[in-house]
């Protein structure tokens, strides 16, 4: 529980910090908190959330992941990520995260709303 309570604050701040770079007071602040729904990327197991803007994914590592800590945010214009996670873990990830279609992305976010309302 302690892992997942770390994994959470982890997602928490980097949202935040990812929010408020070179946000304005015109710009809302996102909210990732929709979900999780547990994945799998670059063979690795993430906890995938979706904000309130109804169109960004955020991939944060499950506890336990080789990849942990790290998190991805995916929005229409980019895939970004940061942590201190295996970098092959990371970077196998990202490459599957990359190739995820429009599709596959309203799909994501799509379990991400329902997973929120099964708990």
Sequence with gaps: MKVVGLAIRLLTACVVAGASVGATAAEPT????????????????????????GKTLVFVTAPNSPAFP??????????????????????????????????????LLQETRAAEHTQ
Aim: charged share 25%; proline share 3%; glycine share 12%.
């Design 30 to 53: 996102l909210d990732c908190k929709i979900g999780p729904i547990d994945k799998t990327f670059g063979g690795s197991h993430w906890l995938v959330y979706s904000c309130s803007d």
């Design 70 to 107: 790290f998190y991805f945010e995916l929005s229409p214009e980019k895939l970004g990520g940061e942590g201190t996670g295996d970098k092959k873990s990371t970077d196998a990830a990202y490459t599957d995260i990359s190739k995820l279609s429009n599709g596959d992305v309203a799909v």
